[in-house]
């Protein structure tokens, strides 16, 4: 007791560094969401396969690229290249240059199942009676959000 009161700042710090730790937790999480659609947890298990068949060759299993020219599909280029985007325009770049030398080549629920599997990997929820639809001008109407 007698420690405490010749040092009263130790616990104070302590208490201190506690609470700082629990409020920086949600900025480490970087969970994003989507603003007038879903994706479904079926459909990111189909992607995830799809991606690992497809796209994981040349942008890396865990999204981060292993080829100097592709880039990640995840951290600052989701966060500058897909947040604030419809999922529609990143379909279409997507389903129209990728695989890279043969866009087209899938089938369209591939591609949006695709799609979304990279979002759920950006901490976009998946619910179970969620899923994107097959539909260019639907995936227009539904954005990709930062929290
Ligand atoms: C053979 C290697 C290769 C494969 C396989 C591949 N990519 Fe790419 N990807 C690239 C390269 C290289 C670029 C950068 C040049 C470009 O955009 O064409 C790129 C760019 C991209 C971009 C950014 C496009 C933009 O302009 O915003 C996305 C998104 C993407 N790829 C997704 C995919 C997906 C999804 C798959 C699987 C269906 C895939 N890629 C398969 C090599 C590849």
Redesign the pocket.
Known sequence: MQFLLKHPHIPVLGCALAFAGLAALPAIAQDHALEGGSIGVDQVERGQQE?MA??S???GEDLHSV?S???D?TGSVFKY?WVGQTVGA?YN??ST?????MGGS?SDQTYVD?VAY?LSANGVPATEDGELPVDPEALQAITITAP
């Open positions: 991606y497809n796209c060759i040349c942008h080829l020219t592709a880039p599909l290249g990143k770049v997507i240059t990728m695989p890279a030398g899938l695709i990279i």
